[in-house]
């Protein structure tokens, strides 16, 4: 083969890559028990090459899981050498310093081989539903509180289940069917990853990957470098303030982005040091949001693989909430972790501003707990994902109440209503809440719920524990545009201090109101299309009110 030539057949073999990763997807969705994964698709798929390089991903994953992919792979055969690795083998882990900053995200990767020859790797990720500690609290102080940790280990070796490590896991967890149900679930999906990419390798008479792997990583990695060499060269600086539970002044979260030809420099010195809370996040986390909107704007059309974070170069201080140290509490580390995607859209919004939204209401994405005890004493516990609006759009209004740039999906009522005893009395879309603007910002989402009469163990409080955001501080608008709404929690109509991780007591008969924040509005409002206001006032995303203050409609 000439060397200055694209192996064989890679046009086919590419998108099969991705075919192989989405159809681990699928395998998980049917096979999984609980709803993070079959609902909410808080989870992802990959493949590796036998160096543990992303070559392939599926479409439908959590980003702060595929984002840490390209890493993770590395991290793995540092503990175990490919010559260590035989047929039958399955790893675990779910070490926040080593996987994505959170002990709920569980990996599992299963190997490859072709004639004999490892080849390569299937990699999966799930949220789950416990993993033990303090049920997601807000107040832990430690990662010790947060659940198990898991280190790189044998799930399976040479066929075989690490029966000890299974029994450890039942015993721990408090949902342990659900637990087990998924991870089996996962090791599903590794199988008919690897099994499909064994059976690439002998339709195509591959004795590596590394051929094709190198080619796909060039081609996105030449795609990230053309869209990076486009921006002008230069140094800009962002901050933001973030609020945390128990302390009292805002903490400071600060990026400085160097531009050098098709290289990018990101340095985040000046941000505040990590807390004794669980919103600190990890680097592994933090570099998946430094990545995302880059390959948004510089180059959104070519599959993401290892090659996409090639031109990226990160320098985060120990010690911060963007880089803490062991055992920080991480639990809740997108509270920090998704705010960075938002500093890097505001560096990127003064340099490519026809592609950059406002500030969104989904930056952080709200998350939350609800746990409590049944009459007949059992436990349960509710994880529910709820977005607030995207920022208005160079061109458009944002979305409202949409996952971004997160990926995952909201849990319905109607399961939640049916798994757990919380009665959702309305959600809906709050009229007013995107910032105004010629192209508006999308609109928060309002949620009312409480505990079904008698379905409650009678004197036992339900605790709602979670993560929030822009409580304090809204999402600015851009252009000129309107900031959007703030986030805002209240119990029986008493307003909750803002904070960034929530740990609320209610009990039967009390109404929790969670209201999530608009997007910021993208334009001078005074130039929005007359017709677009007519268009709002009649679906009710804007008051009659609203409309002549922020617009001059009358």
Not at 398 to 426: C, H, K, Q
């Amino acid at each position: 083969m000439n060397p200055n030539e694209p192996p064989e057949a890679l046009d086919i073999v590419w998108p099969r890559l991705i075919a192989i990763a989405d159809e681990m997807a699928t395998t998980m969705f049917r096979t999984a028990f609980s709803h993070d994964v079959v609902e909410v698709h808080d989870m992802s798929t990959g493949l590796y090459d036998d160096r543990g390089c992303l070559i392939g991903q599926t479409w439908l994953g959590a980003t702060g899981h595929t984002g840490v992919m390209p890493v993770y792979g590395r991290n793995l055969l540092e503990y175990f050498p490919p010559e260590t690795v035989r047929p039958g083998d399955v790893f675990i882990c779910n070490d926040p310093w080593i996987c994505n900053g959170q002990t709920a995200d569980v990996f599992i990767t299963t190997p490859a081989f072709h004639r004999g020859r490892l080849i390569g790797f299937s990699i999966n990720s799930v949220h789950h539903v416990d993993i033990g500690g303090r049920k997601g609290s807000g107040l832990s102080e430690e990662v010790y509180e947060e659940g198990l940790i898991i280190p790189p280990l044998r799930l399976y070796d040479d066929g075989e289940p690490n029966e000890q490590l299974f029994a450890l896991l039942r015993r721990n967890v408090r949902f342990a069917e659900k637990m087990i149900g998924d991870l089996r679930a996962q090791v599903a999906a590794g199988w008919a990853g690897s099994r499909e990419l064994e059976r690439l390798a002998a339709e195509f008479g591959l004795d590596s990957l590394r051929g094709h792997a190198d080619e796909i990583m060039r081609r996105t990695e030449a795609g990230m470098r053309a869209g990076i060499a486009a921006l002008p060269d230069g140094e800009y600086r962002e901050e933001m303030a973030m609020e945390i539970e128990g302390i009292a002044e805002p903490q400071t979260l600060a990026v400085t982005v160097r531009i050098e030809g098709s290289d990018i420099y990101t340095d985040f010195t000046g941000t505040s040091p990590q807390v004794r809370r669980p919103v600190n996040c990890p680097i592994n986390y933090t570099r998946a949001y430094v990545a995302l909107p880059l390959k948004l704007v510089c180059d959104p059309i070519l599959p993401n693989n290892q090659g996409t974070y090639e031109p990226l170069h990160l320098s985060v201080p120990e010690g911060t909430l963007l880089n803490p140290t062991f055992p920080a509490a991480c639990f809740w580390r997108l509270s920090a972790g998704m705010l960075v995607s938002e500093l890097m859209f505001r560096v990127l919004a003064r340099i490519a501003p026809d592609r950059v939204p406002a500030d969104s209401g989904s930056m952080p994405t709200w998350q939350f707990y609800v746990n409590g005890v049944r009459p007949d004493g059992e436990a349960f516990a509710l994880h529910q994902h709820a977005f607030g609006g995207m920022g208005g759009r160079p061109g458009d209004d944002g979305l409202p109440s949409v996952s971004f740039p997160y990926n995952v999906r909201d849990v319905s009522i109607e399961w939640s209503e049916m798994e757990t005893p919380v009665l959702y009395e309305a959600r809906e879309l709050i009229p007013d809440s995107g910032g105004a603007g010629e192209f508006r910002g999308g609109l928060g989402q309002e949620l009312i719920l409480k505990a079904y009469a008698g379905r409650v163990k009678e004197g036992e409080p339900l605790v709602l524990s979670g993560s929030a955001g822009r409580m304090r501080f809204p999402p600015q608008g851009l252009a000129g545009g309107a900031d959007g709404s703030f986030g805002a929690i209240e119990i029986n109509g008493e307003a909750i201090a803002p904070s960034s991780s929530p740990n609320i007591t209610f009990r039967e008969g009390d109404t929790v109101r969670l209201r999530l924040p608009g997007g910021g509005g993208h334009g001078d409002p005074t130039r929005r299309n007359r017709e677009r206001i007519e268009a709002d006032l009649r679906a009710g995303y804007v008051t009659p009110e609203g409309a002549r203050r922020d617009y001059g409609y009358e």
